[in-house]
């Protein structure tokens, strides 16, 4: 079946504008997971949503950082007054349970001049 | 706090040699899972193995090998007789699986293995 999907794979943005960054999971799957790989910090993780629950938010690195998740399925990240530290390729995973195998998407490049 | 550590940065090896990539974690949980991913120059971090705590069976597939040790927290991946197309970035990762507090089902990963095959 279809992988996990993200769009887009590369976004290019000026300070402080908005951007928002979409993630199709695997159908069917209850657990979504949005992890940030940058050259200084490695692959970090920003946020959890499973099922109804309320998402576990304790990575997000700012209150410029939410998510949703609508429908539970579609997550959309959102990322205001971007900074140039936001640089990034932000990863989406998901997985059927909360411990079982993530599949991760192809990701998307934010670059934020 | 959970802590997975790949001291290798970089390898370099020629084609056919083999190659063990070294991951050592840390956690107070007795229960939690271990996993490798491979991220090609693609950039899309590819799943290759998972381990639960409780199973400390060696594991082979193909040319790939695990060996579990939780005497010394260590879970180690070798790749048999290597090859060009095995050229990535390699990250160990680790989700603790003991209910509550923070962490829970969330994968702490190393700082990743570049391995590069030459031919």
């Known amino acids: 079946g279809a992988g996990v999907s993200q769009s887009p794979s590369n976004k290019v943005t000026e300070k402080g504008k908005d951007v928002e960054l979409r993630c199709d999971p695997i159908?069917?799957?209850?657990?979504l997971y949005w992890y940030r790989q940058s050259l200084g910090q490695g692959l970090e993780f920003l946020i959890y949503f499973q099922g109804n629950s309320a998402p576990d938010k304790s990575g997000l690195p700012s209150d410029r950082f939410s998510a949703e998740r609508t429908g539970g399925s579609v997550s959309t990240l959102t990322i205001q007054r971007t900074q140039q530290e936001d640089s990034a390729v932000y990863l989406c995973?998901?997985?059927?349970?909360?411990?079982?195998?993530?599949?991760f998407g192809p990701g998307t490049r934010l670059t934020v001049l | 706090a959970q802590k997975v550590t790949q001291a290798q940065t970089e390898i370099s090896v020629v084609e056919k040699e083999d190659v063990t990539l070294d991951c050592v974690y840390e956690t107070r949980d007795t229960t939690y899972y271990l996993f490798w991913y491979k991220q090609p120059p693609s950039g899309e971090l590819v799943f290759l193995i998972r381990r639960n705590s409780f199973d400390e069976q060696n594991e082979i597939s193909g040319r790939y090998s695990w060996n579990f040790q939780k005497s010394t927290s260590s879970f180690n991946f070798t790749i048999t007789a290597s090859q060009v197309v095995d050229s990535a970035v390699y990250f160990c990762a680790l989700i603790r699986a003991n209910a509550g507090g923070t962490s829970y089902g969330k994968l702490t990963f190393g700082q990743g293995t570049i391995l590069t095959v030459h031919p």
């Open positions: 995973a998901s997985s059927n349970r909360p411990l079982d195998t993530q599949y």
């Open positions: 159908s069917g799957h209850t657990a």
